[in-house]
């Protein structure tokens, strides 16, 4: 095993700290969005396209990331992004209308857009460093940085500290993190290496010099198995499923982050700061997903992994809404988010890997549709709530994991060597 250079775990702690802080500057608005709400006088309609807003704006913003990330690089983007999301969440506090709001978020989800880009493509490089998969747990750190947060808002809430004065302290707070976290990233531009593969955001991988040979090495391995290519409509559906696959996912997370607060306290009467809880449970099973993620897709292979996360989504999330409660409602959205934990990275990875398409290109297309999950979302669920209520709206859960049951077998099974992978995918269906 090649020895990890000094420089190279620093720059682990670098971008752990990134993704910390980009899980929790959004974490620490998410519960007080019913008291944003509130104060404008919004009705659910309305409310739901203003929080549309945010994916909006990552939509837009999301495609030009790349050329960002070849112009500064991607750790100071990260970290420019980081203070502009915060910039932007600390004037969604201040805004006196609905449009104002809507404005705010727009920019705040276009920088944070970026940013998530931006880390994860630091995140790669400092992995090639490695030689080894790290990149899970980076998002592990993302989900502690979102329990973290939401705790933090649920924390202000229960002590009632005003809204701007506690978004103000957050956004400052970690915008200082990123700052100190980029003294110890990898220094420069990130270098080109056309045996990378294509980033998550569209833009060509990037490896340092302490990790080109073992680039190298992987590309050659790739080049020399057999590949499986399929036909034009069979590759078309096989990603249109790992879209639906991700969208599943995103569906989960979103109506987490944007509803769970408000349906357990205004449906279910739970207290301001135990209503907050309904989002902290997700994020925090989500991250425990995660974490063992690997391992169960190692042992039983992606598609029974997402098959049992479905329907670990459908049943608790039905249950917990035919039979409601604060602490079945709470307990139910903890199941949605273990679920849904490996669904997003299980999409990308298999798109990335389907034959008959260029290196990255399936990767890119999935994770700039599954955006889609997170801009249809509030609107749909707050337009079914204003004609049937809000329990009705949040049946786009149990719905998501049914979805997720019937198009996983587009995943893999369990692995027995790297170079089944296609002959597996292009099998699958």
Known sequence: MTAVLPEVRRARGAV?????????????????????????????????????????????????????????GSAPLAVVGTILTA???????????????????????????????AQNAHGLRVQRGYGRSIINSFHAVWSIGAVLGGSMAAAAIALEVPL??????????FAATAL????????????????????????????????????????????SAPVMRPGRGRTAFL????????????????SGNSWATLYLSRDLGAPAAIAATGFIALVGAQFVGRLLGDTLVDRFGQRTVARAGGGVIA?????ALAVPSVPGTIAGFALAGLGSATLVPAAMQEADDLPGLRHGTGLTVVSWLMRLGFLVSPPLVGLIADHAGLRTGLLVLPVAGILVLVFSGVLSGRRRGAHQKSEQISAAV
């Open 16 to 72: 752990a700290a990134m993704f910390l802080t980009n899980g929790a500057l959004i974490a620490n608005i998410l519960p007080r969005y019913p008291e944003i709400k509130g104060e404008l006088g919004l009705a659910n309609s309305t409310y739901g396209l203003v929080l549309a807003a945010f994916p909006a704006g990552a939509i837009l913003a999301g495609l030009g990331a790349g050329a960002l990330i070849r112009r500064f």
């Open 87 to 117: 910039l932007g969440l600390i004037a969604a506090s201040w805004a006196p209308v609905a449009a104002a709001l809507a404005l705010a978020l727009l920019v705040a989800g276009a920088c944070d857009a970026i940013t998530d880009v």
């Open 164 to 173: 701007r004065a506690h978004l103000a302290v957050s956004g400052t707070l």
């Open 180 to 223: 100190v976290a980029l003294r110890f990233a990898l220094p420069g531009k990130d270098p080109e290496n056309p045996a990378s593969a294509v980033g998550a955001d569209g833009a060509p991988g990037a490896a340092d010099a302490a990790s080109a040979a073992e680039a190298a090495g992987t590309a050659g391995a790739a080049t």
């Open 239 to 254: 990603l249109g499923a790992l879209v639906v696959i991700a969208i599943g996912g995103t569906l989960v997370e979103d």
């Open 315 to 319: 049943v608790g999330m039905a249950t």
